[in-house]
């Protein structure tokens, strides 16, 4: 027993997970007067000494095993819809034997700044009225050190509630003062051991985030935009769609290496980048030119020849004229 708990109306002193522990009732002259031991108390035998007789109604010479429970707690933090971050706690405490269960854990869930949480069951209504500061249940864990049952859900009066399914378990807490209304939270539980080694829970997963804002972008070869937000997240922002023609060479040239559609060319086939016979983006990479490379070797060949017979042109010309000079000279 870890010290925590309070001396309930008739005078027992009541641990607030786990009932009364041993103790006689305390009256007001601080004598004790009846003995409520459990049913698994045992005799403290002295080991050295002489023996000795005990009176069965002495309370110090028993003892329950296991007083002080284990405590282990993990957080995690979980958002609302505006991005506010909020540090929710889960509480694992050994039981032990309790009832039906021979192996019970107590689980617990709570924010640091006491928002009213809620257990809330399948059909998505809650169990409890508003104002518990935390919410709870039992978890059971096989010999193999596997969970094998969930059992019921404890509310902050001690009351248990009445869902003893093995589903994922859904609560929420009000926000509204500070963010945006109701946070739920789906808790999975089934990945859960108990074994001899030290404490290891956490939670792996959590779908939230803060807010964040667009820091870059970059576009892949399927032409999807990828944002790159300031809490780390990415999120495809828009794709590039391309377009054939049945007949690319009848589009109508504009200027600027700009096409548009013509009679000839035929209605645009516009779809993603790699399908239906359609290119490929290659990102990061700058296109010098986009015309047909052997089309303007071909043509820059004849301008070369034309060039060349057009000087061959000036060459006789100039000579017939030298030869017109020397013969009026003669």
Known sequence: ???????????????????????????????????????????????????????????SNFYVAEFTSPRYVTSVQVYDTLGRSYNLYLEFIRLGKYGSF??????????????????????????FAPGQPYIGGLLEFDTAGKLSAMWGVYDSGGTMGVDTTNELKTIQFDA??????EVRITIDFTSMTQYASPHSAAVTYQNGNAEGTLQSFAINENGEIIGTFSNGLTDILGKIALSVFNNPAGLEEVGNSLYVQSPNSGIPQIGAAGTG??????????????????????RMIIAQRGFQANARVITTSDTILGELVNIVRR
């Open 1 to 59: 027993w870890t010290g925590d708990g309070t001396a309930d109306a008739t005078g027992y002193i009541v641990f607030n997970e786990f009932g009364r522990v041993v103790s006689s009732g305390i009256t007001s002259g601080g004598s004790g007067d009846t003995i409520d031991l459990p049913g698994d108390a045992d005799i403290v035998i002295p080991s050295t000494g002489e023996p000795r007789f005990y009176e069965a109604d002495d309370t």
């Open 176 to 181: 509204s003062h500070n963010g945006d209304g």
């Open 102 to 127: 021979d192996n019970a854990w107590v689980w617990r869930a709570y924010t640091d700044t006491g928002e009213t949480i809620e257990y809330v069951n399948a059909s998505g209504s809650t169990e």
């Open 277 to 298: 016979g359609r290119g490929t983006i290659i990102p990061g990479v700058l296109e010098m030119s986009n015309v047909d490379l052997a089309e303007e070797f071909t």
